[in-house]
């Protein structure tokens, strides 16, 4: 049985209950999650052809130092990079290395900065160069999925609202959703309960009460669902090497609806498409 407490009041470990922050802890998350934004604003002027991901890693982290805040995926779980770079058919946890971005391809990078405790979590889809419309349009389906997941989220719905506001909007589209990865409450942690499938029906999950904190971050297919990790672990791609795209929001229920924390400063929360 799911229950809530006051986070003041929680251990700091996943218990499964899910905690019900206050107006510190949100301002807390505004912080961290506004230094991640500001970061991934950055990034969209590195990211381009002949750069690797170990140089845009190498940003990720310089930018967390410079500002007073550790990555929060360095040496987390044995992981050894500060961010995830998944590309084309990549459909999350990429890790960074020394190959080239290439025209054409897409980009997802994703940042976690702990910044007095608070963990600020989001990621973003970069097009290197000129891409293919296929790839611009599921950047723009995927981006869209979120906002409507994001839309779905206010106190007395139930989580699987967020799903279904995605997964019926994917499937329209002719894309798919993933199934295997989900968003993830977050604030002291940096995974924490609930978990927020991006599918399923608008009667299902948990309720939403003001104060949870939490992500949002679906992850929509061209092809096919399926995924498999690779040997590293880490890696997830496409079964079918489909493309696949993702963007990441975290937010906290407020009294009549949410409030996105990681809204991008500069307007670029999806960077090189129209407006």
């Known amino acids: 049985m799911v229950t809530y407490l006051d986070a ?12 019900l922050y206050g107006a510190d802890a949100f301002e807390g998350m505004r912080r961290a999650c ?8 950055e990034l969209a002027d590195i990211v381009q052809p002949g750069v690797t991901t170990n140089e845009i890693d190498r940003k990720v982290f310089e930018f967390g130092m410079d500002n007073g805040a550790l990555p929060a995926t360095l040496n987390y779980r044995g992981y050894t990079k500060s961010s995830c770079t998944s590309i084309n058919h990549v459909v999350c946890h990429g890790i960074p290395d020394d190959k080239p971005l290439r025209e054409g391809d897409v980009v997802n990078i994703d940042v976690t900065y702990v910044l007095d405790g608070w963990h600020g979590d989001s990621s973003r889809m970069y097009p290197v160069g000129q891409i293919k419309r296929a790839a611009e349009r599921l950047l723009e389906v995927t981006h869209e999925c979120l906002m409507r997941g994001i839309a779905a989220v206010k106190p007395g719905a139930r989580t699987g609202a967020i799903g279904a506001a ?4 994917a499937e329209r589209e002719r894309c798919s959703v993933v199934r295997d990865f989900c968003g993830h409450g977050v604030g002291r ?18 309720e939403m009460r003001e104060g949870m904190i939490f992500t949002i971050e679906p992850m929509i297919n061209l092809g096919r669902p399926h995924v498999k990790v690779l040997s590293d672990g880490w890696t997830a791609v496409t079964r079918d090497r ?10 906290g229920v407020t009294r009549d609806g949410c409030e996105i924390f990681t809204l991008s400063p500069k307007g670029l ?3 090189g498409l129209p407006s």
């Open 242 to 251: 489909s493309l696949s795209a993702q963007y990441e929001h975290t937010v």
């Open 8 to 19: 003041e009041t929680a251990p700091m470990r996943n218990t499964g209950q899910i905690r």
């Open 166 to 169: 995605i997964q019926s909007f």
């Open 34 to 41: 506004q230094l991640t934004a500001r970061c991934l604003d």
């Open 269 to 271: 929360d999806r960077p």
């Open 189 to 206: 942690l940096f995974h924490d309960a609930p978990n927020i499938l991006h599918y399923g029906s608008a009667h299902e999950g948990i």
